[in-house]
């Protein structure tokens, strides 16, 4: 329960954060500027470090989530963050989604479902000191 919480809303800092950066940089972007003046102007804009901290958070729910489940399953798990990237960006940006690109959203989404009915158990009975053990005698 602990590990879908935190996936959770890691997947949902990552997808508002890359909205609040996507609109943000958008509106910079609309007036004709240099590249410094862009990114002069994208450092004082408030809705940048916003995003820039929700994705931040993600990071490291995300890095937590690693140490106590598989990567095999956080990783499929935190897919589901593409699927609402495509919502958001349809809902919140306006964008315009084509039926191909909800059908692939669609099919990440199974995937993601998949996934997470094969549980989230870590496999600890190989520690790092067993793998690295077998990597060195392999080079002998």
Known sequence: MKTAAVLALAVLSQAAGNTLLSRAMRQIASVDH?????L??????PAIWLGTVLVTTFFLLYAASLSWADLSFVLPATSFGYVLNVAFAH????????ALRWG???????????VSRSGTNTTRERSSQ?????IREDSK
């Open 91 to 98: 809902y919140f940006l306006s964008e315009s989604v084509s």
């Open 104 to 114: 692939g959203t669609l099919l990440i989404a199974i995937g993601v479902v998949v």
């Open 40 to 45: 002069r102007q994208a450092l004082a804009e």
């Open 130 to 134: 067993t793998v690295f053990s077998g």
């Open 34 to 38: 240099s590249w410094f003046s862009t």
